[in-house]
């Protein structure tokens, strides 16, 4: 069963509609990969799924019931549009925050300093959040979100504003929750991350789910029927159909009725020396291009 489902969810603002009878669900301990262009929907059905706002048509269900307060504190939220109290300090922000989530002062500032120890802000930590850069901020609101280890995490762009070595903690941080059996939602325009981490996806576009699934199995869905070669053969003398990949590797379309194992076991037993061979797997960034388009 779903931790957040949606079933046949609509929204409309006047004339134009947001959401039209999207329906997909998250499950327990799974980094869900919700994608789409800017203005797609997504942030529309996230607010959805927390009760910040109200599907006109369809039903949401989280931890199985309709959102109540109960549900939404085990739930925290990063939203895309950043908002923190920019006079407060760091350490003062984030004890607040934690009592607002049901911690004890005590319990609230143990866990204010260790999440602070976490992203790397404990120098920080009696500075005003006015004081800090953007990506300094982002790691704040990194951290009230995780402080209380939720068990549905929704992170819309957490990785705005990050310099490469940020990009890589906060992906170790996702990937923390999800051995630990915690639920992370993810909104994201970077491609490579959702490959790195995410086990299913959605992608929504002009109001429409038009893509949804396992990651693994929409990757090989979208492949060309195509392995890359690495070898020293010159394949094309050898009449294959093949093209230069890069120095040393040739990047070959299969034909219709072949298998990358059996096209493989053909090619060795022809005389090629096959010091490397994949099947080639389609890109995230490839897979939204062609599935967007000239709508982004």
Not at 255 to 276: F, W
Request: hydrophobic share 40%; glycine share 10%; with cysteine.
């Amino acid at each position: 069963m779903g931790i957040l489902a949606y079933r046949g969810v609509s929204k409309r603002f006047g004339q134009h509609t947001a959401l039209e009878g999207v329906s997909l669900e998250v499950v327990p301990g799974e980094v869900f990969g919700l994608l789409g262009p800017n203005g797609a929907g997504k942030t529309t059905l996230i607010r959805i799924g927390l009760d910040i706002l109200r599907a006109d048509e369809g039903e949401v269900s989280l931890f199985g019931a309709s959102p109540n307060s109960k549900a939404l504190d085990r739930t925290a939220y990063l939203p895309e549009e950043r908002g923190v109290y920019r006079r407060a300090r760091v350490r003062e922000l984030l004890g607040y925050l934690g009592r607002l989530k049901g911690l004890k002062r005590a319990d609230a500032r143990n866990a204010a300093d260790h999440w602070l120890e976490r992203v790397g802000l404990s120098r920080v930590a009696d500075q005003r959040v006015e004081s800090l850069s953007k990506g300094m901020t982002q790691k704040v609101q990194i951290a009230a979100c995780l402080m209380t280890n939720p068990e549905l995490c929704v992170l819309d762009e957490p990785f705005s504003g990050l310099d490469p070595v940020n990009v890589a903690l906060v992906t170790d941080l996702i990937e923390e929750r999800r051995a630990s059996g915690r639920t992370t939602v993810l909104s994201t325009h970077m491609m490579h991350q959702v490959e790195a981490l995410c086990d299913r996806v959605a992608l929504i576009h002009r109001g429409n789910l038009v893509m949804y699934g396992e990651l693994d199995e929409i990757r090989r869905r979208y492949s060309p029927h195509e392995v890359i070669v690495w070898t020293g053969t010159d394949l094309v003398a050898l009449g294959v159909r093949a093209t230069q990949h890069e120095a040393g590797a040739w990047r070959v379309a299969l034909p219709p009725s072949a298998t990358p194992a059996g096209y493989l076991q053909e090619l060795v037993q022809s005389g090629v020396l096959v010091d490397r061979y994949e099947p080639l797997v389609a890109r995230m960034d490839d897979i939204f291009v062609d599935l967007v388009g000239g709508g982004r």
